[in-house]
């Protein structure tokens, strides 16, 4: 079985592996080490059959909602990351939802 948390975190396939850099994925960003050093879907023959359309939908959900709202964390700490079957945040999130 393969962590996609700690591949996905890699300092040899990442630079500043655990800092949130979005534009890494950018269009006319280099391309990442290794074809497979990000797979948020899977890869190889037993890719998810629905990996575009997963993209599609939640590119469009996030600019839909990025219209209507902001959101601003609400906790005392940083967050914390915990890496189970997927990766979720200890103790929650706390958020304050505004209106945009």
Do not use: N, Q
Request: charged share 20%; hydrophobic share 45%; proline share 11%.
């Amino acid at each position: 079985m393969i962590s996609a948390y700690t591949l996905h975190r890699h300092p040899g396939f990442w630079a500043d592996p655990d800092e949130f850099r979005p534009e890494r994925f950018a269009a006319d960003a280099p391309p990442v080490a290794h074809k497979y050093a990000y797979i948020p879907f899977g890869a190889g023959p037993r890719v998810c059959v629905g990996s575009h359309l997963g993209m599609l939908e939640a590119t469009l959900i996030a600019a839909m909602v990025a219209r209507r709202f902001r959101f601003e964390f609400a906790g005392a700490a940083d967050p914390v990351p915990e890496a189970m079957l997927s990766l979720r945040i200890r103790d929650g999130l706390p958020v304050r939802v505004r209106p945009a």
